[in-house]
């Protein structure tokens, strides 16, 4: 937190930085494991669901790149605060990972942010965005993860210590904070608009980095994407992307923007770091029309004066 925030503000936010900080995407380990099995989809839903993966960065939180951990098998410590919490498995494994989830526990995770066992998902697995993705984008991610190789691994406890550990607190964040989806679109935009609205919202959910919070963890709708704090180690600010023209990317054109989504190259000749350099990773395997529709979007937004980039 930075240093001119007094102790209640920090004690409340605190609280909220907590609730966001696991990565409990999927499968809590400990979880009743489910029987029901999905039948067989068409071929294509497995090359769909991972040109979606890939827009959604599943791979960077649940991969422990940095000490060499099995793709998807989970294990990426999150840095905060108040201790280390440990990305989950989300390989096809089906003791560890979610092998053994139905397509309606995978629809109820990404929609509603409830396990099969029905324990609340902490926010900080984007749920609240992606519970705006359509019921066929959600299930052909689900294809996606399970025609790849299942991981025996088991899921690592979350190196925190009571309160921050309690799931029951998550109940009140989403009274005030969730609502569920999907999106619905504006029959008033274009289609491209509409198109960039979905990406940007629920499958990409760049809001969840890009838009300041509460002290209790939620979105500031109010000021969405005009900036975002990032917790941990060396914390960095999420940059302003709305086209403010002097905190945000006002100065950007479309094609500054698509172009960035492709390569990680700014405006101004520069390459971004880490995190957004992973982000970046799947969006350049997006289609040009997809970075485009993200670029159009972005630059309609109203213009905020929040935190500069």
Same mark, same amino acid.
């Given at each position: 937190m930075?240093?001119?925030?007094?102790?209640?503000?920090?004690?409340?936010a605190?609280?909220?930085?907590?609730?966001?900080?696991?990565?409990? %995407?999927?499968?809590?380990?400990?979880?009743?494991?489910?029987?029901?099995? %999905? =039948?067989?989809?068409?071929?294509? @839903?497995?090359?769909?669901?991972?040109?979606?993966?890939? @827009? #959604?960065?599943? #791979?960077?939180?649940?991969? /422990?790149?940095?000490?060499?951990?099995?793709?998807?098998?989970?294990?990426?410590?999150?840095?905060?605060?108040?201790?280390?919490?440990?990305s989950?498995?989300?390989?096809?494994?089906?003791?560890y !990972?979610? &092998?053994?989830?139905?397509?309606?526990?995978?629809?109820? =995770?990404?929609?509603? &942010?409830?396990?099969?066992?029905?324990?609340?998902?902490?926010?900080?697995?984007?749920?609240?965005? $992606?519970? !705006?993705?359509?019921?066929?984008?959600?299930?052909?991610?689900?294809?996606? *993860?399970?025609?790849?190789?299942?991981?025996?691994?088991?899921?690592?406890?979350h190196?925190?210590?009571?309160?921050?550990?309690?799931?029951?607190?998550?109940? *009140?964040?989403?009274?005030?904070?969730?609502?569920?989806?999907?999106?619905?679109? /504006?029959?008033?935009?274009?289609?491209?608009?509409?198109? !960039?609205?979905?990406?940007?919202?629920?499958?990409?959910?760049?809001?969840?980095?890009?838009?300041?919070?509460?002290?209790?963890?939620?979105?500031?709708?109010?000021?969405? $994407?005009?900036?975002?704090?990032?917790?941990?180690?060396?914390?960095?600010? @999420?940059?302003?992307?709305?086209?403010d023209?002097?905190?945000g990317?006002?100065?950007?054109?479309?094609?500054?923007? @698509?172009? $960035?989504?492709?390569?990680?190259?700014?405006?101004?000749?520069?390459?971004? =770091?880490?995190?957004?350099?992973?982000?970046?990773?799947?969006?350049?395997?997006?289609?040009?029309?997809?970075?485009?529709?993200?670029?159009?979007?972005?630059?309609?937004?109203?213009?905020?004066? !929040?935190?500069?980039?």
């Open positions: 930075r240093e001119h925030l007094g102790p209640l503000h920090r004690l409340g605190a609280l909220g930085f907590a609730l966001l900080a696991t990565v409990a %995407a999927c499968n809590t380990g400990d979880d009743p494991k489910p029987t029901a099995r %999905a =039948a067989p989809r068409d071929p294509d @839903a497995v090359k769909r669901g991972e040109y979606l993966f890939n @827009a #959604a960065n599943c #791979a960077g939180c649940h991969t /422990d790149s940095a000490h060499g951990g099995a793709r998807l098998a989970g294990g990426r410590a999150v840095e905060t605060p108040f201790g280390a919490y440990l989950r498995n989300i390989t096809p494994d089906p003791t !990972g979610i &092998g053994a989830w139905s397509d309606e526990d995978f629809l109820r =995770a990404l929609r509603r &942010g409830i396990s099969p066992g029905g324990a609340h998902y902490f926010p900080a697995f984007p749920f609240p965005a $992606f519970t !705006g993705m359509t019921g066929r984008d959600i299930l052909d991610i689900k294809a996606y *993860l399970f025609a790849q190789a299942p991981v025996p691994q088991p899921n690592k406890p190196q925190v210590g009571f309160p921050f550990d309690m799931r029951m607190s998550v109940v *009140l964040w989403r009274a005030l904070y969730f609502s569920p989806g999907p999106l619905a679109s /504006d029959p008033t935009k274009s289609a491209e608009w509409n198109r !960039g609205a979905y990406l940007v919202n629920a499958v990409a959910h760049c809001g969840e980095c890009h838009t300041p919070r509460t002290a209790l963890g939620g979105v500031e709708t109010d000021r969405a $994407f005009s900036g975002g704090e990032l917790s941990g180690p060396g914390a960095k600010l @999420a940059p302003n992307i709305t086209p023209p002097a905190k990317i006002g100065a950007w054109s479309p094609d500054d923007i @698509a172009a $960035f989504l492709e390569s990680g190259m700014t405006a101004k000749g520069d390459f971004v =770091a880490a995190p957004m350099s992973e982000v970046v990773e799947g969006t350049a395997k997006l289609s040009a029309a997809d970075r485009r529709a993200i670029a159009v979007y972005l630059k309609a937004l109203r213009p905020i004066p !929040g935190s500069g980039s």
